[in-house]
């Protein structure tokens, strides 16, 4: 009996880790092939200038397509490529689509559009990331102060003397750099002082219950203004409906991100975005 409880038990714990582990097997099989056959792509959420309602910017958000043609968030295969390596070849083929689109778009005259990509820290802490970013600004002929790379307040708050050299090197080769995530990570604000830093980005959990939650209220009024006294830019992320768009927008933040103004989208559907001139009138 005793040992007939030990098994069930046995089975009732590792049931769901043997599961676990199945999941994470079949993700990162599907990444290797999805880098293999190309089946990634590109989608683009546009940035949008509060005042004005105008498409400044978009970020690259990567996709996976898996084989019954679906989806694949990359909150759910951005871990597991960090875990198991895979995010160096996926963060290399993300810059380079992401720089030969903004390459074409710079040709058909969007040409003072920044394009904001997602960098992981251990893409970042790869000693070749620099030079290899470098040579693709090079290849591609656009000039660093149209790319902006995001990092998490993790990268940062290490202050470690190769991190501090790494951003800059960045800022050397006139990339933009913004803090995503804001808020959300370390608190340590002592890096705002220290480091290169061109934006910060307001994480989506405080944008969501604007403007009715007043500690959500007390956080979002504090970031916009440590940007302010610290010369920074500042975006809101999620942002999802008109309350929140105005609401921001009196608080003085420059500009935001959401679902109001646009999901993600594919190149050609950002496209006609851009040449309306907005995500959504202002
Ligand atoms: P993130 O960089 O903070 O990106 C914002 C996420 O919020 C995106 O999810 C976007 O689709 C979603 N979002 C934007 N507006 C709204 C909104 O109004 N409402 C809601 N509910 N969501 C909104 P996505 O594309 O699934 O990406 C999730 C995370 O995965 C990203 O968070 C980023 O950390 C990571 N990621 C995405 N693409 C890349 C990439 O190319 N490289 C790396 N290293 N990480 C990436
Ligand atoms: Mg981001
Ligand atoms: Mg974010
Ligand atoms: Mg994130």
Known sequence: EAKRQGRNRFTWFAAPLAEQAAH????????????????????FQPLID???????????????????????????????????GLILPLGDWILSAALRQLAQWRRAGWDDFVLAVNISGIQFRQSQFVPRLAEMLEVCAVPGRFLELELTEGVLAEQSVDAIAGLQQLKALGVRLAIDDFG???????????????RLKIDRSFVDDLPGHAGDVAITRSIVHIARAFDLAVTAEGVENQAQRDFLRELGCQSAQGYWF??????????????EGHGRPA
């Open 184 to 198: 959300t990570g370390y608190s340590s604000l002592s890096y705002l002082k220290r480091l290169p830093i061109d």
């Open 24 to 43: 994470k097997r079949k993700v990162e099989m599907q990444l290797r092939a999805a880098l293999e056959h190309e089946s990634l792509s590109l989608h």
């Open 50 to 84: 509060l005042a004005s309602g105008r498409i400044i910017g978009a970020e690259a958000l990567v996709r996976m397509r898996a084989a019954d043609g679906s989806l694949v968030s990359p909150a759910s295969f951005i871990p597991l490529a960090e875990e198991t």
């Open 262 to 275: 646009s999901k993600p989208v594919p190149a050609e559907a950002l496209e006609v975005l851009l040449r």
